[in-house]
């Protein structure tokens, strides 16, 4: 456990020295974050912290893990998704280019044997997916990054959230035996938390999509490995779980576009953070009441983690009653006429 922690450590602490380096890189090439409409700042606020958070995980993981071909195959596909990040935060990129980029650095990590190969079924046995695994894989992927990106809206979410997501793996691969997967996860982890203490409310620098991409990306990434070594079920459970507030409000917003006619990819302020700002909750509230949240599934996954089906199904209630109740608090706000401050 010695070794977890100096992981652990060292990752918190590369992205702690690095985060201002970043954030001083950003100042002096401009390449800045300005209020507009969709934006909850006030002032123009330096990008590229998602440099020191991929700093924080690659620099401890070659120093301190056993790289094997999928581990390698993260490592690669983690720099091309925050290349595309960066090129993004600088000069901005398409919807579709950046989901060709995705899809780009997700093939990387299944070039390198970083593939799901079947999942368990829950009436016994295997179901092996054969010509659909590259796919299914993909699909994975892409997935999780979005997810994570679409957090990144309001200062510390996408990267506490993220942190608690990783320390729930972290902690699940630990009770599992599962070697190959709690390093990477405790890495993450730290380097989330490392940037954390300069992107809570006020911010002072962002992930940036570098970040946000990253993050979503080395999860996923973790999860594949993971399954590729062990169970499917466990390994792409417990993180769905940890997961289960951010992509549920996702699924959400992107039914909430499509019924309205617009596209899927159209950003909007639908996501339950703004909604919750709405309310008349400040960035921090909000963050704070989505934590717990988090916190709340972390631990009924780790309760609930020898029936990983059990998981899903509890993740998915909970969930499905945050946001339930988050849009009914919204609508019943806005009946009233007025929007006043409530405390969760």
């Known amino acids: 456990m010695s070794q977890y922690l100096l992981m652990f450590v060292t990752g918190l602490g590369v992205s702690l020295l690095l985060t201002p380096v970043a954030r001083a890189l950003a100042c002096r090439w401009a390449v800045l974050d300005c209020p507009g409409e969709r934006r909850v700042h006030r002032y123009p606020t330096p990008l590229l912290g998602g ?8 620099v401890p993981v070659v120093a301190f893990c056993r790289l094997s071909s999928p581990v390698v195959g993260l490592l690669a596909g983690g720099f091309v998704i925050l290349l595309l990040g960066i090129v993004d935060d600088v000069v901005g990129l398409k919807a579709w280019q950046k989901l060709l980029g995705q899809i780009a650095a997700s093939l990387v990590l299944v070039g390198f044997g970083g593939r799901i190969e079947f999942l368990t079924n829950p009436f016994g046995g295997m179901i092996y997916l054969s010509h659909f695994a590259i796919p299914l894989t993909i699909l994975w992927m892409v997935a999780l990054t979005n997810v994570v990106n ?4 309001i200062d510390g979410l996408a990267a506490g959230i993220s942190g608690i997501a990783c320390l729930t793996v972290f902690s699940v691969a630990v009770m599992n035996r599962q070697p190959y997967v709690a390093p990477l996860a405790v890495i993450l982890a730290g380097s989330a938390f490392g940037f954390l203490r300069y992107n809570l409310h ?22 594949v490995i993971g399954a590729v070594k062990g169970a499917t079920t466990l390994a792409l459970g417990i993180p769905a ?17 499509i019924s ?8 909007d ?9 709405d309310l008349g909750l400040d960035q921090k509230q909000a963050a704070g009441y989505m934590y717990k949240i988090s916190l709340l599934l972390a631990v009924g996954a780790l309760v ?9 199904a509890v993740a998915a209630a909970i ?8 849009i009914y608090a919204v609508r019943s706000s806005d009946a009233g006429g007025q929007r006043t401050p409530k405390q969760f």
Do not use: C, E, Q
């Not at 679409?150 to 809206?153: A, K, P, V, W």
């Not at 779980?241 to 909430?256: F, H």
């Open 241 to 257: 779980a940890a997961l289960a507030l951010p992509i549920l409000d996702t699924a959400y917003v992107i039914a909430g576009r």
């Open 269 to 277: 302020n639908r996501h339950l953070h703004h909604r919750l700002l």
């Open 51 to 58: 440099v020191a958070v991929w700093a924080g995980f690659t």
């Open 304 to 312: 609930l983690s020898r029936s990983p089906f059990l998981v899903l």
């Open 260 to 267: 309205h006619g617009a596209p899927f990819y159209k950003a």
């Open 202 to 223: 006020p911010a002072t620098v962002f992930l940036g999509d570098a970040g946000a991409l990253f993050l979503g990306y080395t999860i996923a990434g973790i999860s």
């Open 150 to 153: 679409f957090m990144d809206g």
């Open 319 to 326: 969930g499905l009653i945050t946001l339930a109740r988050g």
